[in-house]
């Protein structure tokens, strides 16, 4: 079947601004995780979800980020009032359980505050 | 907490030759799973390869072969004969316990024609 998608590919924003990034894994697969990915680092974990359940978000860097998942499907990152070291790529995966399973990616999506 | 390092931010490679990226990790686990994942300028992740701790067996795929030293917590990928298709960023990563996948900050491959 169809791999992971996010949308949009790219987003430009203004500071302060929300933005909502959106991510479909693939199907079947009951675990979803968001993880970002600043220039020239390494990915940092950002949250994960079980089904619609997000059991940690303790690795959401503030309150100004947030995420749901709909239908054990589709999930959404939300960041509020963006700030420039927001800057980054957001990659989400999914894997058929929260085990330790091979997780697959999206192409992710590059946000630009400005 | 588990930490991944990959002590090689760069590295060439001729084409057709083989080359070694280093990963070592820290965990006090048992059970654990490690992976190579590939990520070209398209940005999209790929695995390459996994390896699951209880296994003594070293992992292969095709091209793409790992030493997994259990007791030296060490995970290096070895990629043989090198093609220009290999150039991407390579990451190792690390999956025990409750942790998701923790990363390593990655190692840059060139491929020299």
């Known amino acids: 079947g169809a791999g992971v998608s996010q949308s949009p590919s790219n987003k430009v924003t203004e500071k302060g601004k929300d933005v909502e990034l959106r991510c479909d894994p693939i199907?079947?697969?009951?675990?979803l995780y968001w993880y970002r990915q600043s220039l020239g680092q390494g990915l940092e974990f950002l949250i994960y979800?079980?089904?619609?359940?997000?059991?940690?978000k303790s690795g959401l860097p503030s309150d100004r980020f947030s995420a749901e998942r709909t239908g054990g499907s589709v999930s959404t990152l939300t960041i509020q009032r963006t700030q420039q070291e927001d800057s980054a790529v957001y990659l989400c995966?999914?894997?058929?359980?929260?085990?330790?399973?091979?997780?697959?990616f999206g192409p992710g999506t590059r946000l630009l505050v400005l | 907490a588990q930490t991944v390092t990959q002590s090689q931010p760069e590295m060439s490679v001729q084409e057709a030759e083989t080359v070694t990226l280093s990963c070592t990790y820290d965990?006090?686990?048992?059970?654990?799973?490690l992976f190579w994942y590939k990520q070209p300028p398209s940005r999209q992740m790929i695995l390459v390869i996994r390896?699951?701790?209880?296994?003594?067996q070293n992992a292969t795929e095709n091209r793409f072969s790992v030493n997994f030293q259990k007791a030296a917590k060490s995970f290096s990928l070895k990629i043989s004969d090198s093609q220009l298709g290999d150039a991407a960023m390579y990451f190792c990563?690390?999956?025990?316990?409750?942790?998701?996948?923790?990363f390593g900050k990655g190692t840059r491959l060139s491929v020299i024609a």
């Open positions: 995966a999914s894997s058929l359980r929260y085990r330790k399973e091979t997780q697959y």
């Open positions: 199907s079947g697969h009951t675990a």
């Open positions: 979800f079980q089904g619609n359940s997000a059991p940690d």
């Open positions: 965990t006090s686990e048992s059970d654990y799973y």
């Open positions: 390896q699951e701790a209880y296994k003594q």
């Open positions: 990563a690390y999956w025990g316990g409750n942790t998701p996948l923790v």
